[in-house]
Structures are given as C-alpha cells and as structure tokens.
C-alpha cells in the first residue's frame, strides 16, 4: 500500500440527525462515506469517517491540509433543550419578551394550541434598571453597582452562561459592555453572550432570543469544537479546521466558538453550496436546490451560482412545521424553504375523505412499513415501492430487502380502503399529494421572491430527491433537471466548495427625506472592515471581495427588500431608483409620492468562489439499451409503464436513456419519466430533460398501456 | 368534461388552498395598513362562477370568515351577472356588505380563462385611514366615521376609474397609502388570477365547476358528519361588556339539531350610541368561528362548510347593527361573541371549550404632539402610533390558559423598538402580569403590564379601546375570574376604558392587560404545578397559599431553589407550556 504523504487532501465533514458524511478530495479524484451519527461523542463519527475515506485514497490523515465541518449538534440542542445552565440579562419592564413571542396563535382553529416554551424560563430572566431610547441616546443610565449586585446572584446561581440582551442596544452597545466586563470580574471563565455583537438588528423579540439560543448552546459547542480539533491533530490531522455556517460561508473555529448560534442549518447551507457550485459548472443563472430526506424537503433559489439569503429564520419548529411555532434567529442564513415531507413521511386520510401527507415521520425507527421493523403506517417510500419506482430486492445498494406486502397492506388499510381505491391508485394518491405540496411551497417561495419557475434548472439530491424529481418539475413547468455525483453526500461536498466569508450587520434607521451620505459611507466602511477583518483572521492571503445591501421598505410598509447598494453612489436619489427597480420587479409596479426607509445594513465579505470547470456541451446523443426493465407507474400518464433499468455506471457520456427508465445506484435512484430523457454530461452529473426540448431521436418504443 | 379521478380532484383542492395563501401573502407585503402586514387584518378567497366561496386563506383575523363568503353574491347583485367583463375590479367598504366597517375594503375580480367568466377572486384589507374622525369608537353615525363606498367598479375593462380614485385621496389623511392599499388589493387578485390561470392549463380544464363541485361536496359531507356525531340539545349563554358608557349584554341561544347548529342573539341590547356596533355579517363571522374551532377545526373555510351553522340576531341589537349606526369598533363586541357562544356550547359539550379569556385585543392609538412652541422648535413632533396588544387566554379542559395571547382574533404586536422608531413613544414597560390569571385546576393565561409615555417635549392623547374593566373574564366549572383591565396614570389619576384621553407631559399611561379565567376548581391544581407557578412568578406567594393551600415550607423550598436558579422538581407538573393534551 503506497502512503501518498505529501498529498494535499480536503476533507469535508457534515454530521447530520442520523448520518455523519464524509468526503476526502484528494489530487482531483473524491472519496466518500456515511457513518452513523454518534450522539454522546459526535466526533467519533467524524474520527471514523476520516479514517474510512482516508484508506480508500491511501493516505494517512496528514495529507489533509484542511477540514471544512458542519453540524445539527446546535440545532439539536435547542430543539432538545439540552444547552448549558444559561441566565438572560435584560432591561427593566422586559423580563418576559421571549415569552410572550408575537402575542399571536400561528394556527387559528385549534383551542389546544401548546405554545413552545421559551428557552429560559422566567426564573432563570434578570433585569437591570437601565435603557437606550430609539433615538440612541440614554433616557436611564446603567449603574455599576447595580450590576455588581446582580452578578452576586448569578455567581451564587451557579449560572454557566449567560446572555445579555438590552432594549435599542444595536443603536448603543455600552450598556452591554459593561455588564459583560463586570460579570466577568465578578465571576471570571463564565461564558457571555452580547446581543449587540451576536445579532446586532431592531426587533427585540428577535435580537434577545438570538443571543439566548447562542448562549445556550456556547459552553456545549466550544467544548466540542475544542476536543474534535484536539482528536483530530492526535490522529494525524494536525490542519486548520473551519465551520460551515447557516450564510452558506465558512469561518474559524474560534469565530463558531464565539458565535455557535451561526452554526444552525449549516447542513442544508452546504447543500445550497453544493447546488450553487454545480449551477457554476453549467453556466445556469437560475437554479432550484431540491434536497429531500427521510424527512424533510429544502427547498432554495439559487440566482447568478448565488444562494439567496435572508437575516432571519425560524429554528425547532413545534407545530406541524408551522410557521410561527418555533423560535426566530436573526442571523445571515441561506433562505430556504424547509417542509414535512420527505421518504418517510406518512400519509393518512383526512375528515374530508383527502389523503394527507407528513410532516409526522417514520424515521428510521420503525422506518417506513416496508422495511419490515413493524412500522404499520404507509409512508411515501412505501408508495414508491409500490409504484415500482423502488426495487425491493435493490434498496441501498442491496444491503437492504423492502417488503412489499408490508407496503400494500400499510397502504389499502389506511388510504386505500378508506377511499374505495386499489392499491396503485392510494399509492399514486400518496405520491402525487407529496409532491403537490412540495410544488405548492416551491411556488409560494418562488412568488415571495417574485421568480417564475418555468425558467428554472432544478438540481436534486438527497437520498429521495431523485425519485421525485421528475413529477415535481412537471407541476413547477421545469424543464430540466441535473442530479450531481454524490448526491448522497452533497452537504458535506458543498463544505468544500464554500468561501470564507462574514456577514457584518447593522440597524441603522434612515428615510430617503434625510438620507445623510457622509453617515453612509462611514457605516459601511466600519461593516466592511468589520466583515474584512473576520475573513482576513481565517486566510491570510486570498483576495477577498464585499457586497454591501441596505434593507429598504416605503415608510409605513412593515416588509422589507434588500437592495444591492455595492459601489452605489451614496446619494438619496439612486438609492431610490434602485429601491424601486426592485421593488416593481416583486410587485408588478412601484408606489408614487412615499418616502422610503432603510432600517438594517449589511456587508458580506467573502473570498473568492472556486470556479469549477465548465462541463461540456452535450454532442450528439446514442441511445443506449437496456438489458432489464420493470413496470414503473407514470404519474402523468396515470399507469403503469414498462422502464427500462440501468446502472448509474452504465450511462456513459453521451449516451441517452429514454424515459420511462429508472437509473439506479447506492444511495438513490433517479426516475425518468415517459416524454423525458436522460443522459451523462461529463462531470458525472445525470441529467434529465424533456425529450421535444432537444429534438432527440425519437422515442423507443417502451411505454405499454396499462 | 373528462372525468376528472379522485387523485386529481383532491390535488386541484390543495391548488386552490395554495392559490388563496399566495393571494394573501402579496397583499401583506405590499400593504401599508400596520394592521395588515402586522396583524394579518386582511383575507383573501376564491369563487365560482355563481358566487360560491371555494377556498378561503387562513390569516389572522376570523372576522371575515363568513363576510368573506357572502360578499360576492352582493357584487354579483349589485354589478349585474351581465355587466361582468374581463379586466373589471369592483369594490366596496360597505360595512353591511363588506367586513363590518369603513376601514375595510373589499376589492372583487372576475376571473376569464380564455374568454370565458370561470369565476372571482376577493380580498379585504383594513386600510390606514378612509377620513371622517379617524378611528375610533366616538362617531355618532357611520356619517361620521368616513368615506362610503358603495359596490361600485374600480376598474372596468382593463380602465381604471381616475375619478374615484381623485375622490379617494382627497376624502383621506394619508391618501399615498391608502391608493397604495387599494392597488396592493387589486394586485394580490391579480396573482390569484394568474395562478389560477396556470393550473387551469395544467390540468387541461375548462373551468373550475367540477372541482368546485368536490370541494363543496366533501366540505358539506365531512361538515355534516361532525354536526350529527353531536347530541342534540338546545342552551343559553350571555355576557357582559363595558359598553361604550353604558353595559352591554349579549345573550346568544344555541341549538344543536341533526344537520345544523343555530345561534340566535335574541335579548341582545340595543344598539350603542358610539361605534362599538357590529353589523350582523360580522357577528356571523366571530360566532361561525367559535363553532368551527369546536366541531370542524380542520375543515376548510368555504360555502359549504359554513352553511350548516346558523347565526341570527334581531334588528337594531348591537350584534344586528343597521346603517346608519357607527360601527367602527365592532372588534370589541364582535371579539367578546366566541366566549358567550361557549357559555351556551359547555352545556352541550362539556370538556371541550376553553374558559373566558380577555376577549378583545386591548389596543390603543397614541396620538403625540409637541408640549409647547418651545419644544417644536426644539424638534419635538407629530406622530400617530397604533399598537396591538393581547390579554390572556381562558384556561382549557386540560390546559393552562396561554399567556398574552389573542384569541379570537389572530393578531401579532409590534416589536417595541419598532413602534419606537414610528414616533416619539416610550414603551416603558411590557411584561407579564403575574396574579392575573383566574385560578383553576387550569389556570388561565396571564394578562400584562404596559407603561406608555413620551419622549421630552410631547404630549399626547390616548384613545382607549379597552373592554374587561367592569366584567372580567369568568371562569368555567369552578376556576377563578380573571383579572380585569386596568388603566390610570402613573400619578393615580383614573382613566376610562373606552375613548379618547389627555396625558400630560412627564405623565406615563399604567395599562394592566387582563387575564384569562380558569377552568375548575383551584383546589384540583397539582400541588407541583402550583410550586411551578410560584417560582416562574406566575402567581404571588399569596395567591399560593391562600387561593391553592400552599403550605409556608413549601413556599420557601421555593424561594431556596430559586436562589440556584432551579425550578422545583417537575414530578406530574404540568402547565400550559409543557403539557400534551
């Protein structure tokens, strides 16, 4: 065995609700693997995968010169409540703001509504007469000695962390500072959390509940961070180690340390990276990322190769993934839409005789009915199976034998008798509510960000994404779809592909009436810098670039757009033109005669996107044969047709593969349905397209009538 | 017309559903009304060719559930099934008509699909502003609450009506915002439309009559279902409200029978001199509510689904309010008619509806002004500031009463730094109010404390739109009342609950929000949830002793956790937060 040494490997590491994925890129060529996530000791998971993927590419873990990670471990924890012992620091008269929320029910009809609890209980909440006014200025100063007192209680309290959260402390961060300096004489190792530096934005409920989550989870995560980082150099991989973060950049692991809140979603922000780094590839302007699990289905626009991204989203949801039933973070986050609906979602029958689909899951214990662990309810890959689109004999590279009669009986107990269907049709019902809703909140994202889909690549990956792929794109009008080689794995290889970058924000309200350009400059000039410093401390040399947005809404609207002001000329009037230009592009036409308002700014710095290799252009395309095939439900057509079979290898580039044909490998298989095609372009990656699209050689003769 | 399968149909249905939420979701990002955008004061519906409301989007506010789905017969009527063309917008404030008052507009469109008439979309918004007092509850007749727009077209073949739109602006304080609601309105029918559109194409329809067909029919069946899987019976319920200067009572019937349920508001009283009447469409709409949250929660709202309940009420009562009475605050009767509907409806289903809560949202508007030329010169400014804020909820069957949350309505508040930036307002304080909450072996859901002022240099008016001062909220089955709403200035200067009032400079507004009632006896609240309680400072050491039966060493074993930050061992406690059902 020859011991490649002086090799410089990339090693990509994502540890997800079940798996842990590893990727090891190593002189052009990727190895991957999938280990299960081990709760109590994450990084055992970590330590295993490097090993694995380190001896499929023969080398020890000192050919890796750097590790990109990503984790649900922060997610997890405040979805299961398992942080440190944390106290929140607040302004007099606002003990209860993570309490009482919006004051408002997300889900009207239900009179048992259990509304989430907040991550602190009212005892473990503390305030200090102080207080900031709108205006920045301080209405009641803050008393040394008062904190002095207060520090007294929470050393005796025996607090770990503690977070600190004061109102209009993004407009005046001294306050905050004060009280962080004093806890920390007082009571010296505490962990303190700042809300003016972890999530300096307006809107209290917001800010404080961001700076709680992020002390919550600090103790637990930085202990984490530190001994992963310390195994690692003990085995071998003594390299700089960096995180992924939910703004689908990467930073040090001092910054995840310091600021952990930033690492929630950091897995489906590597697959939006993943599906951005592809959308580069093909020279694709508009892309949708389409990851379904076992799950969960996300859902992102990727514009220009660029993820779309928000300041804002809602993590832990408790209800049904309701909006409104979980706890708001305001950090940089890739805007996605996240549902309940993935492989082992599970269908039943509503009072009104409709089928209903997720987001209650399976999961991988009982699992779905026809992996025969007793799981009694149908499920979507239930459904699949029995519309052929799985192969029993076949399920995750044959390590795995599905039971069919567990399937049917699950589905005609439940769905098909209720309704007076036969077991395909309650099969196909399930299938074709799932999509429809995946479709639905597709189109609902797609409206939000004033996007018409029909113009779309979809990129799909996930281990049940490609089942799916092909009936969602007919609803959506989508006519292409790409699905990338390790589909299985793409979080972690999106780590890879992902800059260093750092997003530096601030609330500072101005109207266009009084717009002050000195004040302008001056203030992104400190983000930028701010957001430069940040990407500087983590590579030293590469060039680093900025993008500047100001969040801007007419006077009096509560919704705000962010507008690219990079390199804008501080002036009232162009800031204004491009308000509106955005503005008539979300909503069909701008409004005369109003003042417009910026209330947040924003930097992000970042280093540049590795460009990857153009593919190239698809020549002539051969029909290839296959040697087996099954009958396959075609969810257009309405039954069942005969689909050819080949392996993902099979497909060579240039090569084309009618539908209806299934393309089978390891960790998913990609349904092609009739009127498409599909073929290997030469990066691997399949695509799918509709057959008159491309003026392909006529159809094969496959389809039989049911 | 092919025949459609069952799959399709029911596909088509979760379509419609999607095409009225993303209806509703253009409008609140394009509407300027605070109410809109914050409180999700607006709704948004689909119809067939005849009129009848196919799918509705679920938002914030239940008022307009049943004046959502009468209001298209009234455009049909009143516009002429024969003067309907493609490019037309009609609309309406009509409160009798429209959602209850002048301040919601209604905005219509026909839908063409290739020519033809399929059907129309619908949306309301509660606008900024429409003139005349501005809002409140001080008008004498709807004369003076401002502009009537009767049924009339907005646009009419692809033209927009200048003249109207003149009238408009001139007739309001803030015409930019308002034309700009009327638009965002248009707009959002606009998107239903095209949406539509698409699925129709997609599905190769014509039309939307046979889908319109399932979606009543199955709505109607599963409706009926749950009507006759109740016992019949017939029971009474009232309740009593501030009223404006005088009470109100409010008295409802309600009949449970095979294939229907009936409410009747017979002995209601008359109507108000002020604007806290409501017409009878939106005392339908809050009464349809209640019932639907306790017997068909998780059907849809549509023209089928609403038809087995039936709510009527006689002329000139304040819940059956005829022009020209001023109805501009109908939300504080019309949000108090859930829980006088449940009076009657636990007599017939016990176990099943929650105990009084605060009722109406317990809103305010400021309206700020510089003390003295002195301080205008010195910057100080004007500003009119709205804010919504909630009371607590009734204790359930099996659940604590949720804190500071509204219900019926489904508004959410502002952020206090936001409001701040809206004008020279100093929220001082906004937090629970510990105490207030009925006891019970659920106990109800805390109320709050809010202390307003302003910046130096203003002064200020507040009109007050508060109920619960007089009648707090009543406990069910033994729980304890709720604390009622409280208001006075910080120097102990009494202040009304309803209407218009000065504050000095330097003076701040002490508002105690109410709490929600409790649901059976205090005496049968697990002993370790009223420890919870005790170390959260839901309630005060008082109350736990002398209201639940805490003993002094239980007190203190309290007071000792909580100087380790430690609640007291759960054991079988349970509370509104961490309890299943």
Same mark, same amino acid.
């Given at each position: 065995m020859s011991i490649i040494s002086s090799a410089r490997g990339y090693l990509g590491a994502d540890i997800g609700g079940t798996f842990t994925d590893v990727v090891l890129e190593i002189e052009g060529q990727s190895f991957s693997t999938k280990v299960l996530t081990t709760y109590e000791a994450p990084e055992h998971a970590v330590l295993e995968g490097m090993h694995r993927v380190c001896a499929k590419a023969r080398v020890t873990p000192h050919a890796i010169c750097r590790i990109i990670h990503g984790t649900t471990l922060a997610t997890n924890a405040l979805i299961e409540r398992r942080g440190a012992k944390t106290a929140l620091i607040t302004t007099e008269g606002f003990r209860d703001t993570i309490e009482m929320r919006t004051e408002s029910r997300f889900e009207q009809y239900d009179l048992n509504l259990v509304l989430p609890e907040p991550l602190l209980p009212r005892n473990r909440r503390y305030t200090l007469r102080e207080r900031i006014g709108a205006n920045g200025k301080t209405l009641i100063p803050l008393a040394r000695a008062d904190v002095e007192n207060l520090a007294e209680k929470i050393a005796e309290a025996g607090y770990e962390s503690v977070a600190v959260g004061l109102i209009h402390s993004y407009l005046d961060p001294e306050h905050e500072r004060m009280v962080r300096d004093v806890l920390l004489e007082r009571i010296p190792g505490l962990s303190v959390s700042i809300s003016s530096e972890v999530s300096p934005q307006m809107r209290e409920y917001e800010r404080f509940n961001t700076v709680v989550a992020n002390a919550y989870v600090k103790p637990m995560m930085k202990r984490y961070l530190l001994k992963l980082a310390q195994k690692l150099a003990g085995e071998g991989a003594d390299c700089p180690i960096f995180l992924m973060h939910s703004g689908g950049g990467i930073i040090s692991l001092e910054g995840a340390a310091e600021f952990p809140v930033r690492l929630i979603e950091s897995g489906p922000a590597g697959g939006a990276i993943y599906a951005a780094h592809f959308a580069a590839r093909f020279g694709l302007e508009r892309v949708l990322s389409f990851d379904m699990g076992g799950t969960t289905a996300k859902i992102c626009l990727i514009k220009k190769q660029t993820p779309k991204t928000s300041r804002v989203f809602e993590v832990a949801r408790s209800y049904r993934f309701k909006k409104g039933s979980g706890m708001p973070i305001s950090i940089p986050v890739i805007d996605m839409v996240e549902i309940g609906a993935g492989g082992g979602s599970l269908a039943h029958v509503d009072a009104m005789r409709q089928i209903r689909v997720g987001p209650e899951s399976a999961g991988s214990d009982p699992g779905p009915a026809c992996y025969g662990q007793g799981g009694e309810r149908p499920a979507v890959t239930d459904a699949d199976l029995l519309l052929g689109k799985l192969d029993p004999e076949n399920f995750a590279g044959g390590s795995m034998q599905l039971d069919m009669d567990a399937a049917r009986q699950a589905i005609m107990t439940n769905v098909g008798e209720r309704l007076g269907m036969? *077991? =395909?049709?309650? %099969?196909?019902?399930?299938?074709?509510?799932? *999509? =429809?809703?995946? %479709?639905?909140?597709?189109?609902?994202?797609?409206? =939000?960000?004033?996007?018409d889909l029909s113009s779309y690549t979809m990129i799909a990956f996930g281990g049940a994404a490609p089942l799916h792929a092909g009936r969602l794109c007919e609803k959506l009008g989508i006519e292409r779809v790409l699905v990338p080689p390790g589909a299985g794995v793409g979080s972690a290889i999106g780590f890879l592909r992902a800059p260093f970058s750092f997003e530096a924000t601030r609330s500072v309200y101005m109207r266009l009436s009084r717009f002050d350009g000195g004040a302008v400059s001056t203030l992104l000039g400190e983000l930028e810098s701010e957001a430069r410093s940040f990407v500087r401390s983590c590579d030293a040399q590469a060039p680093i670039g900025t993008e500047a947005k100001a969040y801007m809404r007419y006077v009096g609207q509560g919704w705000e757009i962010p507008i690219d002001v990079t390199d804008a000329e501080p002036a009232a009037d162009r800031y204004r033109a491009l308000f509106e230009a955005e503005y008539a592009k979300l909503f069909s036409r701008s409004v005369q005669g109003l003042d417009v308002e910026i209330t947040v700014w924003a930097v992000n710095a970042s280093t540049r996107k590795t460009t990857p290799a153009a593919a190239i252009p698809l020549g002539s395309l051969a029909p290839i044969e296959a040697s087996t095939a099954r009958h396959v439900y075609d969810s257009t057509l309405g039954y069942k047709v005969r689909a050819a079979i080949f392996a993902r290898e099979q497909l060579k580039v240039g090569q084309l593969a009618e539908g209806p044909c299934v393309i089978i490998e390891d960790e998913t298989t990609i349904i092609v349905p009739s009127h498409s095609a599909a073929t290997c372009r030469s990066d691997g990656c399949i695509e799918i397209f509709k057959r008159d699209k491309v003026g392909a050689q006529p159809a094969l003769a496959l389809a039989v009538g049911a | 017309m092919r025949n459609l399968s069952t799959v399709s149909l029911q596909v088509m249905w979760n379509r419609l559903i999607s095409v009225v939420e993303e209806q509703a979701q253009a409008l609140i990002r394009t509407a300027f009304?605070?109410?809109?955008?914050?409180?999700?004061?607006?709704?948004?519906?689909?119809?067939?060719?005849?009129?009848?409301?196919?799918?509705?989007?679920?938002?914030?506010?239940?008022?307009?559930?049943?004046?959502?789905?009468?209001?298209?017969?009234?455009?049909?009527?009143?516009?002429?099934?024969?003067?309907?063309?493609?490019?037309?917008?009609?609309?309406?404030?009509?409160?009798?008509?429209?959602?209850?008052?002048?301040?919601?507009?209604?905005?219509?469109?026909?839908?063409?699909?290739?020519?033809?008439?399929?059907?129309?979309?619908?949306?309301?918004?509660?606008?900024?502003?429409?003139?005349?007092?501005?809002?409140?509850?001080?008008?004498?007749?709807?004369?003076?609450?401002?502009?009537?727009i009767p049924i009339m077209r907005f646009a009419d073949r692809g033209r927009v009506d200048q003249a109207f739109v003149r009238l408009v602006r001139a007739n309001v304080r803030e015409p930019d915002q308002v034309v700009g609601d009327i638009f965002a309105l248009a707009t959002c029918n606009d998107v239903g439309h095209r949406r539509l559109t698409s699925m129709l194409e997609e599905f190769d329809l014509d039309n939307v009559e046979v889908v319109g067909d399932f979606v009543l029919e199955n709505s109607r069946r599963a409706t009926l279902e749950r009507i006759a899987a109740l016992e019949p019976g017939t029971a009474e319920g009232s309740m009593m409200s501030d009223g404006f200067a005088t009470p109100i009572e409010i008295k409802v019937r309600l009949t449970i029978a095979k294939d229907e349920i009936s409410v009747d508001f017979d002995g209601t009283s008359p109507v108000d001199p002020k604007g806290i009447n409501s017409p009878l469409v939106y005392t339908k709409a809050y009464a349809c509510f209640a019932l639907k949250c306790a017997i068909a929660p998780d059907i849809p709202n549509n023209a089928a689904s609403l038809e087995p309940f039936k709510i009527s009420a006689p002329e000139n009562t304040i819940v059956n309010a005829l022009h020209p009475a001023p109805v501009a605050l109908r939300h504080v009767i019309g949000h108090l008619i859930p829980d006088t509907v449940y009076g009657a409806l636990d007599k017939?289903?016990?176990?099943?509806?929650?105990?009084?809560?605060?009722?109406?949202?317990?809103?305010?508007?400021?309206?700020?002004?510089?003390?003295?030329?002195?301080?205008?010169?010195?910057?100080?400014?004007?500003?009119?500031?709205?804010?919504?804020?909630?009371?607590?909820?009734g204790a359930r069957p099996h659940l604590d009463g949720m804190n500071t949350t509204a219900f019926p309505s489904g508004v959410m508040t502002m952020p206090i730094e936001a409001t701040e930036h809206t004008g020279p307002i100093i929220i001082w304080r906004k937090e629970l109010r510990p105490d207030s909450g009925g006891a019970g072996a659920r106990r109800g859901g805390l109320g709050q404390f809010m202390e307003i002022g302003a910046v130096d240099g203003h002064v200020f008016d507040i009109s007050a739109m508060f109920d619960r001062v007089k009648y707090p909220p009543r406990g069910r089955r033994g729980g304890c009342d709720g604390s009622p709403t409280k208001i006075a200035l910080d120097d102990g200067t009494k202040m009304a609950g309803k209407g218009r009032q000065f504050v000095p400079e330097g003076r701040k507004v002490m508002l105690a929000l109410p709490g929600g009632a409790g649901y059976g006896p205090a005496s049968e609240r697990p002993r370790a949830e009223v420890l919870r309680d005790l170390a959260l400072g839901y309630i005060s050491s008082d109350t736990a002793k002398e209201i639940y039966g805490l003993t002094e060493p239980d007190a203190a074993s309290v007071e000792a956790g909580l100087k380790h930050g430690e609640l007291p061992a759960s054991g079988e406690g349970r509370s509104a937060a961490s309890t299943d059902k």
């Open positions: 036969d *077991d =395909e049709t309650a %099969a196909f019902g399930i299938t074709e509510v799932v *999509d =429809e809703n995946m %479709a639905n909140a597709a189109r609902v994202h797609a409206v =939000e960000n004033g996007e | 009304s605070t109410s809109v955008r914050e409180a999700g004061d607006l709704s948004a519906g689909i119809y067939n060719k005849a009129g009848l409301m196919l799918a509705q989007a679920v938002t914030g506010t239940p008022g307009h559930v049943n004046a959502m789905a009468d209001a298209v017969a009234h455009f049909i009527r009143e516009i002429g099934r024969d003067d309907i063309h493609e490019g037309d917008i009609y609309i309406t404030n009509d409160p009798w008509m429209g959602t209850g008052h002048l301040h919601d507009i209604t905005v219509v469109t026909p839908s063409f699909y290739k020519g033809a008439h399929v059907g129309f979309f619908a949306c309301t918004a509660h606008i900024v502003d429409i003139g005349g007092r501005g809002f409140g509850a001080d008008a004498n007749s709807v004369y003076e609450e401002g502009l009537y017939l289903l016990p176990g099943t509806v929650p105990a009084e809560g605060a009722g109406p949202l317990c809103n305010f508007q400021v309206s700020l002004r510089p003390a003295s030329e002195a301080a205008r010169k010195a910057g100080a400014q004007r500003a009119e500031v709205l804010t919504f804020n909630c009371g607590g909820s």
